[in-house]
Structures are given as C-alpha cells and as structure tokens.
C-alpha cells in the first residue's frame, strides 16, 4: 500500500505553465496530475483510452466533432486514436487523467 497523496500540495506547488506528474501507478495504468495555464497541443492516444477528471478552474477537451468544457468533479473518457486538445477554462485547469502506463503520446494537426 502507498501513502496518502495530498493533490492539493502537489498542485500548489507548480508553478510553470505546464506539469504532468504520474501520482498512482493501478496495475497497467497511471493516474497523472496535470496543471496547465496554456493549451497543450493537438495529439492522440493510439492504444489507450484518456480518461479526464476536472479538480480545479475546469479543462476544456477539443474534439474533432465538439467541444465539452469539464467543471471541477466532471469527467470525461476520450477514446484511443481520437484526436484531442485539452485548455484550461480561465486562468488555469488542475485535473487528473487515466490512461495505459504505456501510452504513445502521437502529435496531430488541427482537424479543419
């Protein structure tokens, strides 16, 4: 068993535009803290669902087809292979995300 995890802590204490951190490994997944104050970029998961969880300020997920903007305690799961972009809604987003431990992170263009 592991020990407690304050994510609040490790929140705080960032302090750049941009942390992803991996709080909890859950047999073949991770679980990862992620702070941003910017966007990050275009991309997509070829073999591993993205599972987001909203914590603070909101994330907004950009999809191919729509656009879903989380509250602090929604959630979200992006499927594998689909194209996706994540922002903060307001100055910055704290949230966690589930995915495979060996997830591919591949670069993608902006869909039109």
Known sequence: M????????????????????????????????SVMTQPYYWHSHPGSDEMFLSLEGGLRIELPDRTVELSP??????????VHRTSPVG???VNLTFERADAATVRAAAPR
Do not use: F, M, W
């Open 2 to 33: 592991s020990g407690k995890i304050d994510l609040r802590a490790l929140a705080a204490a960032v302090t750049g535009a941009y942390d992803n951190q991996v709080v909890a490994e859950i047999d073949d997944h991770v679980v990862r803290l």
């Open 73 to 82: 305690g929604e959630g979200l799961t992006v499927p594998a292979g689909v």
């Open 91 to 93: 100055v910055r987003s």
